[in-house]
């Protein structure tokens, strides 16, 4: 399955340790995220990831785009709801397209470590269908 991977500035520690305890599961799995994202996780990890640009030069947007094509079947945004800044990406366009396509979306560690859960467990395997 092809997870997105998002995070604000102050929640690419909590991603990288997200990435760092389910990796037995990330690994069985195309990833992509956005620029910084992407690069933390990957030298905190050893996964592959597909980087896009960072999210607040279009990242966002890229990930997007395969979210409305539902080439994306699981999404890990791990949003800053007190201190987000303006130049981070905003939540509520990839919210609105993971609704619209019917697709998971994390916004917290602990909505994400369910979704990895039932995605090992075969939950989500009606994303193939």
């Known amino acids: 399955m092809n997870i997105a991977l998002i995070a604000h ?3 690419k520690k909590l991603m990288e340790n997200l990435c760092i305890a389910y990796r037995h599961i990330l690994n069985k799995h195309t990833l992509y995220a956005t620029g910084t994202t992407g690069s933390l996780v990957e030298a905190a990890t050893n996964l592959s990831v597909h980087k896009y640009l960072a999210g607040h ?3 966002e947007q890229q990930l997007g785009s395969q979210v ?3 080439d994306i079947d699981l999404v890990v945004f791990l949003r800053d709801p007190v201190a987000p800044k303006s130049y981070e990406p905003n939540i509520n366009g990839i919210l609105r397209l993971c609704d619209v396509h019917n697709i998971p979306l994390a916004s917290n ?3 994400a470590e369910i979704l990895l859960l039932a995605l090992d467990r075969g939950d ?3 994303r193939k269908i």
Do not use: V
Request: proline share 0%; hydrophobic share 40%.
């Open 9 to 11: 500035d102050n929640k």
């Open 57 to 59: 030069l279009g990242g």
């Open 68 to 70: 409305a094509n539902n």
């Open 109 to 111: 560690l602990a909505t």
């Open 124 to 126: 989500l395997d009606w």
